[in-house]
């Protein structure tokens, strides 16, 4: 049924969020493995912390290995 609307709904820009990168970049030890917590590939998921962790300013360091993943913040960029 049509209706009339008295406002413009607001637009949605991109995809939603699917990790939790505030608690994962909070500064304590995450591992993090494949098929649980993530399902891409290490290397990417890789990046992804990578690239969080830049939109928010702050420095990580990353392990892989084998199907886990252990990140931690390691201060301000």
């Given at each position: ?11 949605s820009?991109?995809r ?5 990168w505030?608690?994962?970049l909070d ?6 493995t ?12 890789r990046?992804?912390?990578?690239s ?5 300013g ?10 886990a ?9």
């Amino acid at each position: 049924m049509v209706r009339q609307l008295k406002k413009f709904p607001a637009k949605s820009v991109g995809r939603p969020r699917v990790y939790n990168w505030s608690r994962y970049l909070d500064g304590n030890i995450w591992k993090l493995t494949r098929g649980v917590d993530f399902f891409s590939e290490c290397s990417s998921f890789r990046g992804a912390v990578y690239s969080a962790a830049s939109r928010a300013g702050l420095k990580v360091r990353v392990n892989v290995d084998g199907d886990a993943v252990t990140v931690q913040r390691t201060g301000k960029a």
